[in-house]
């Protein structure tokens, strides 16, 4: 299993500012992920996050707007820049072990 | 490109109450299927994890099946209780076996006393 520590796990913020979501993990993991959930959707996976190489972006998210940083095998963040309101949504990292995806808890954003 | 469907989307039900949640995926070239719980401010737990060559798993009073061939997976809830109120959400590969997940949009379950 894993233990994830996901920082804050809410903030509100106004239009234009830059977010920086962190995620501690419990052990070395090789991939880690950001997920986004906006209201009434499913998750979406923003990036696969891989220690020494650039994120992988899925279709729709651009490393100009949700970059990523992965410095070691336990910790990773997001930073969600030049916020909308359409930003507004729970964002999620998780880690992939052996056995099953593990989750922090998420942060919810709330952009005025 | 592979899509996930829950119904119903919401549920409510008495307390002590036996009930199914489903999940349906277009793509049945799949490894393995997830179903997870999603709390409030408590991000996701996985609940069960069923391999593409198993047809159920059970842990306590939660029985998860998967039917491949027609691309359908069951979480059978015994005994329901207030507690197992939360969002249940399946989850798929991407393609074949990869890491990648494809969610469901989940159903939301509210157990009353």
């Known amino acids: 299993s894993a233990v994830i520590s996901q920082k804050p796990s809410r903030d509100i913020c106004q239009r234009g500012t830059s977010l920086t979501i962190q995620c501690q993990v419990d052990?070395?993991?090789?991939?880690m992920f950001w997920y986004r959930q906006q209201p009434g959707q499913s998750l979406t996976l923003i990036a696969t996050?891989?220690?020494?190489?650039?994120?992988?972006?899925e279709s729709g998210f651009v490393i100009d707007k949700f970059p990523i940083s992965r410095p070691n095998l336990t910790f990773s963040t997001l930073t969600v820049s030049n916020m909308s309101p359409e930003d507004s949504s729970i964002y999620l990292c998780?880690?992939?072990?052996?056995?099953?995806?593990?989750f922090g808890s998420g942060t919810q954003l709330s952009v005025l | 490109k592979q899509e996930v469907t829950q119904i119903p989307a919401a549920l409510s039900v008495p307390e002590g109450e036996n009930l199914v949640l489903n999940c349906s995926f277009t793509d049945s070239a799949i490894y393995n299927l997830q179903w997870f719980r999603q709390d409030p401010g408590k991000g996701l737990t996985s609940l069960l994890l069923i391999q593409s060559s198993q047809r159920e798993q059970t842990s306590g009073r939660l029985n998860a099946s998967l039917d491949k061939s027609s691309g359908r997976s069951t979480l059978y809830i015994a005994a329901s209780q207030p507690g197992d109120s939360a969002t249940y959400l399946c989850a798929v590969p991407w393609q074949g076996g990869s890491e990648k997940l494809v969610f469901g949009k989940g159903t939301k379950l509210t157990v009353n006393p």
């Open positions: 052990s070395q993991v090789t991939m």
């Open positions: 998780s880690v992939l072990t052996p056995a099953k995806l593990f």
């Open positions: 996050a891989n220690q020494g190489s650039e994120a992988t972006y």
